[in-house]
């Protein structure tokens, strides 16, 4: 997650929610969410998060299926690389 900080009182994690809503389609107030992953949350398996302190306030979200290597790291879920 790209932002200069964090709204007070929340977290990182706070933001994972929103993020998985919209991995699965949701309602939004003005539009829907079209699902970028089929079926629900409990789809997602692993998650790794990081702030990185920028002016912009955006989210780059990496998308891998389990046993998949990406970038050199560890496949998730263990599997052949």
């Known amino acids: 997650m790209h932002a200069p900080g964090f709204e007070a009182g ?8 929103g993020i998985e809503d919209i991995l699965d389609g949701s309602h939004g107030v003005e539009f829907t969410y079209l699902p970028i992953v089929y079926e629900d949350d409990c789809q997602v398996c ?6 990185i302190r920028d002016p912009s306030e955006f989210y780059e979200l990496r998308i891998t299926f389990l046993g998949e290597t990406v970038d050199g790291e560890t496949p ?3 599997g052949a690389e």
């Open 10 to 17: 929340t977290a990182l994690i706070d933001y994972t929610g």
């Open 46 to 51: 692993a998650g790794r998060s990081r702030l």
């Open 76 to 78: 998730v879920g263990g």
